[in-house]
């Protein structure tokens, strides 16, 4: 399963599922996942890609070249993201004390929640569509950068966010985003791209354009009683305007950023999110708060919660909390602190 050597013991460690594999082993003195990996540490890293394609092994082959070109080879197995959170915490079973995420920001909350729980340090490779995650702590998105920040960076800690025990490092929502990713991901199992599934899938939300009367309790005794067609809340505050948007200035605030939309229907829904994105909307056309925790009451008993792009099913009520710095991540040296 897994090679080591005397001194810093590393590896990269994926699904046996699939019959892929690489050789590799870390070579003594050239490891160091941040400086303290040189000191003492296990390396896991855990790559998610599509694992009945060729892709699969093009991406195998890239991870491995860059870890060679600083004096580490690569043993590599591919991950179909369908078992990573459980894959990171055997591989943490097994004596690693830090994981490696390859992937985009689905594989990142995976590998953070089990990361988070044994309290292991983590480091990023970029290899999704967005990456939002790695680009809010300065991460490198050019593969042999990223390896590189991994190599010679610093632990830093970071929050996260959580929903009924589920852990989550950007953000949550419920309303029209989860019916969005559902009808994503059936589009794409259709064949459809991704960014064509998205929009068939987001136009077909807001033609249902069901809505959610929702009780919300943060902290402090502030409530809100209101019906909306979505709810998000994020791991500390996003920005909405302007090419910033959808970005975090910073990520060790230890603060929930509750965001939600006014009761008002497609056109001028379509029309406010414009305006914002413009910076020409008032604050009060949304409803906004910071806060440590929050309750989300709602009729019925389940909803359904997306979490960093899944799709849950929760049993009311909605609890939300911050874990502030309960993550150690590996920035580059030169990045500020998230």
């Not at 985009?104 to 970029?126: E, N, R």
């Not at 610093?154 to 419920?174: L, M, R, Y």
Request: contains cysteine.
């Amino acid at each position: 399963m897994a090679a080591t050597t005397n001194a810093a013991k590393a590896v990269l460690y994926v699904d046996t599922r699939r019959n892929r594999v690489w050789n590799a082993a870390f070579p003594t003195g050239k490891v160091g996942a941040g400086r303290m990996l040189r000191q003492t540490g296990r390396l896991v890293c855990i790559l998610n890609c599509a694992a009945n394609s060729s892709q699969a092994r093009e991406i195998g082959d890239r991870v491995v070249q860059a870890f060679a070109k600083r004096g580490v080879t690569a043993k590599l197995r591919a991950c179909d993201g369908h078992n990573l959170h459980d894959l990171a915490a055997q591989a943490l079973v097994e004596g690693a004390d830090t994981l490696i995420a390859a992937g985009g920001d689905g594989t990142v909350s995976a590998i953070a929640a089990a990361a988070v729980k044994a309290q292991a340090a983590m480091g990023v490779l970029p290899l999704g569509t967005l990456n939002h995650f790695a680009k809010d702590n300065g991460i490198p998105l050019e593969l042999d950068a990223a390896v590189a920040s991994i190599l010679e960076g610093k632990h830093v800690p970071t929050d996260v966010a959580e929903v009924n025990g589920h852990i989550f490092v950007n953000n949550s929502s419920i309303g029209l985003y989860p019916h969005i990713v559902e009808r994503r991901e059936a589009q794409q199992e259709r064949g459809a791209g991704k960014w064509r599934a998205f929009l068939q899938a987001a136009a077909f939300a807001l033609y249902r354009f069901v809505k959610l009367n929702v009780h919300l309790k943060a902290s402090e005794g502030r409530q809100i009683a209101l019906r909306t067609p979505f709810v998000l809340i994020g791991n500390n505050k996003y920005e909405i305007t302007g090419l910033k948007a959808g970005s975090r200035e910073r990520l060790d605030r230890g603060l929930l950023w509750l965001h939600a939309a006014p009761d008002t229907g497609r056109a001028r829904l379509a029309w406010l999110a414009l305006k914002t994105l413009a910076g020409l909307h008032s604050r009060r056309e949304w409803h906004s708060v910071e806060t440590d925790t929050v309750e989300i009451n709602f009729h019925g008993q389940k909803l359904k919660v997306s979490a960093d792009g899944e799709v849950i099913e929760l049993q009311g009520p909605l609890r939300y909390r911050t874990r502030p710095g309960a993550l150690k991540l590996i920035v580059p040296d030169r990045a500020p602190a998230p």
